[in-house]
């Protein structure tokens, strides 16, 4: 199994930057390994529905992000380290929500929006934005 662990969450006020990082860990069955991963970030407030906010693909050389995000928040990967990160700036009340990682191991060179094409999930991060 691929386990997933994010860090980096907490309180900033707005205006500010945080950096979450996703860990992971074990692995698939199948051999696959961490480098061949697709790897997204979603994140659900309150009240709202799990939502995308940024993926990259298994090379980290296409890369796609919400429109909410786009050009504030950074998604990027480290193969050796097993880890995918998001640097978020410019942070808005409106971001205030749970964020987590996502593993795919569809077989595609893109980088996925869609929940539905993970197959594995971390259990979220906290992450609060104040006026």
């Known amino acids: 199994q691929v386990q997933l662990v994010e860090s980096g969450g907490g309180l900033v006020q707005a205006g500010g930057s945080l950096r979450l990082s996703c860990a992971t860990s074990?692995?698939?069955?199948?051999?696959?390994?961490?480098?061949?991963?697709?790897l997204g970030w979603f994140r659900q407030a309150p009240g709202n529905e799990r939502g995308f906010v940024a993926a990259?693909?298994?090379?980290?050389?296409?890369?796609h992000y919400a429109d909410s995000v786009k050009g504030r928040f950074i998604i990027s990967r480290d193969n050796a380290a097993k880890a995918v990160y998001l640097q978020m700036n410019s942070l808005n009340t409106d971001d205030t929500a749970v964020y987590y990682c996502?593993?795919?191991?569809?077989?595609?060179?893109?980088?996925?929006?869609?929940?539905?094409?993970?197959?594995?999930w971390g259990q979220g991060a906290q992450v609060t934005v104040s006026s």
């Open positions: 074990g692995g698939h069955p199948s051999g696959r390994t961490f480098n061949t991963y697709a």
């Open positions: 996502a593993a795919s191991l569809r077989p595609t060179r893109r980088a996925m929006p869609l929940a539905s094409d993970y197959d594995y």
């Open positions: 990259i693909n298994w090379s980290g050389d296409n890369t």
